[in-house]
C-alpha cells in the first residue's frame, strides 16, 4: 500500500500565536511529506513490508535505518497533528487526570517533568508520554524518529502524548529558545484526543 500525506484537521494557521503559519506548512508539506515519500521507496525495493501495517513496520525497522527513520516520521508526525488542537481544558478529562494525578503528583508536577525531560534531551528527538508495558504512564524522550513502539527504543510502551523537539518543529518563531515553544505547547494539546489513545490503550 502506498501512503499518502494526510490532511490536517486544522488549518496551518489555526494553532497560532503557539506555532506560527508558516512552521505549520513547512513542517507538514515538506519534512512529513518526506518521509512519507521515502517510505513508499523503501516499500517498493522491499517487498516485504507491503503487506505490513505501520505498526508492524516500526516493530521490524531495527534491520534497517532508512526504514527506521522514515517509518518512525511517518508514524510520528501522523500522530503528533492529532494530539495538537485547541481550546481543550485538562481538567474537563476527568478520568485521564485522576491517573495523571496518581503517577505524578498533580498535573502541575506531570507538567514539570515532561518539561525537564524535553529540555535535557540533546538535539533532536520527541518526548513521549506512554502507557508502559506495566500499565503505568512514564515519561520518556527518544532520538531521531524513533518512538516507543520500537523494540530498540530506550522508552518502551503505546504513546499518547508526543512533542516534537527538532529544531524543524519550532526554529522559525523560536530560534533556540526551545522552552518557550515547549511553554507553548501546554497550549494546544488536544486533551480529549489524548484521553481517547489512553482509554483505548490502557488494560
Ligand atoms: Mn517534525
Redesign the pocket.
Known sequence: MEYKLPNLNYSYDYLEPYIDSKTMEI?HTK?HKTYIDNLNKAIKSNLNLSNKSLEEILKLSKQDIFIKNNAGGVYN?NFFWNILGKNYKINDISFFIKDINKYFGSFENFKKNFTKVSLNHFGSGWIWLCISKNNELIIGSTPNQDNPLMPDSNIQGIPILGL?V?E??YYLKYQNRRIEYIKSFWNIINWKYVENLYNKNKK
Do not use: I
Request: hydrophobic share 30%.
Open positions: 513542517h519534512h508526525h516534537d527538532w524543524h518543529a
